[in-house]
């Protein structure tokens, strides 16, 4: 494995302009598994991921839909896994998502060894200030590893938000 690199935002803002400066790099079949405890940032983080793609719709959070698709320069397929038992993601057709848009999934830890392998993994976590947030990236396989050089090779600025 591959990994150790962290980065360290310290609002709303920059969480999302990590995202949005990662997100040139992504292209259809890529997996992000964002894992982390409740309120750590991850679906700020794909606010970011969506902007930076040109996505137009608002992003919320999928904990109750499952699944979000925002269109923009690729298609980002947006799963959160939070409501999942062990087992029941290996049957929602994540191969088929694949094929047409790049997955990004909250709560990733809950992914198939299978798909963690071939993943960018960012381990979110909240810093001693409130706002502050940890994330921690790894990968083994080799387009999660390409991300991970993509990802540390970032110059991030806070992502502007709409009217500001």
């Known amino acids: 494995m591959i990994g150790g690199v962290e ?5 709303t803002e920059e969480t999302e302009g990590l995202g949005a400066a990662l997100a040139p790099a992504l292209r259809t079949g890529d997996v992000l598994a964002l894992c982390g405890p409740l309120g750590a940032g991850k679906t700020r983080f794909v606010a970011g991921l969506a902007r930076g793609l040109a996505c137009k719709a608002r992003v919320r959070s999928p904990t109750f839909a499952l699944l979000h698709e925002y269109h923009g320069r690729i298609l980002l397929a947006h799963l959160d896994f939070y409501r999942l038992e062990g087992g029941e993601a290996e049957g929602l057709g994540l191969e088929e998502y694949a094929e047409r848009a790049a997955l990004v999934v909250e709560w990733g830890e809950k992914l198939a060894a299978s798909w963690l392998w071939v993943a960018l993994r ?11 947030r940890r994330i921690a990236a790894r990968a083994e396989g080799e387009r999660g590893r390409a991300l991970l050089a993509a990802w540390s090779a970032l110059a991030v600025a806070p992502w502007p938000r709409s009217g500001a």
């Open 7 to 11: 980065r360290v935002t310290r609002s």
């Open 122 to 132: 960012l381990d979110f976590a909240p810093g001693a200030d409130p706002r502050e």
